[in-house]
């Protein structure tokens, strides 16, 4: 690879074991890895998959803005999608055994050692993941460029085409 540009970065490895802003305590952590413990083993016995997290099915008045912008993404014609086999009931449900893998998922480790090529990371000023890009950002060498696309959400960046910076990502790759 030549040069890297992320669009709309997540870092699911921090998302699972802080919650977004940092927001989950070291015990709510231990009580999720107790529960996935558990139930791995339960899996091991031919019991029933839990799943956990993921997108609401439906919206009320008390679903929180994160859910109602990933809800008109994967529960629309807009970015639904179920697998051959699947079941709508549970796409983007991750199953509750595999909360410690995701917990214990650094991708952002030895990020530094990607130098001397060019990292962009693009984000949008309104993303409740901009977060994740700010801290790649942070800990990438040099060369690297954060770029912040003004009105723009987490999911906006993955098909709203007037808000996505093509231009920027032509020029970053024509340079780099």
């Keep these: 690879m030549k040069a890297i540009a992320t669009v709309s970065m997540y870092d699911m490895g921090a998302a699972n074991r802080n919650a977004l802003n940092h927001s989950l305590t070291l015990e709510q952590?231990?009580?999720?890895?107790?529960?996935?413990?558990?139930?791995?083993?339960?899996?091991?016995?031919?019991?029933?998959?839990?799943?956990?997290?993921g997108t609401v099915h439906k919206l009320d008045e008390n679903t929180d803005p994160i859910q109602r912008e990933f809800y008109d993404f994967y529960r629309t014609p807009r970015g639904e999608y179920t697998p051959k086999g699947g079941s709508p009931e549970l796409t983007t449900h991750p199953t509750l055994s595999s909360n410690v893998k995701f917990m214990n998922f650094y991708p952002f480790n030895d990020i530094e050692t990607i130098s001397p090529r060019p990292m962009l990371f693009?984000?949008?000023?309104?993303?409740?993941?901009?977060?994740?890009?700010?801290?790649?950002?942070?800990?990438?060498?040099?060369?690297?460029?954060?770029?912040?696309?003004?009105?723009?959400?987490?999911?906006?960046?993955?098909?709203?085409?007037?808000?996505?910076?093509?231009d920027k990502l032509t020029s970053f790759f024509t340079e780099h």
Excluded at 29 to 52: C, H, L, M, N, P
């Design 29 to 53: 952590r231990k009580k999720i890895q107790s529960e996935a413990a558990e139930q791995r083993y339960v899996e091991f016995t031919d019991g029933e998959t839990k799943y956990t997290g």
């Design 122 to 166: 693009i984000t949008g000023d309104k993303a409740h993941s901009r977060e994740f890009s700010e801290d790649a950002y942070k800990r990438a060498a040099k060369p690297k460029e954060l770029y912040i696309i003004p009105n723009a959400g987490h999911v906006d960046l993955y098909d709203r085409v007037e808000l996505i910076p093509f």
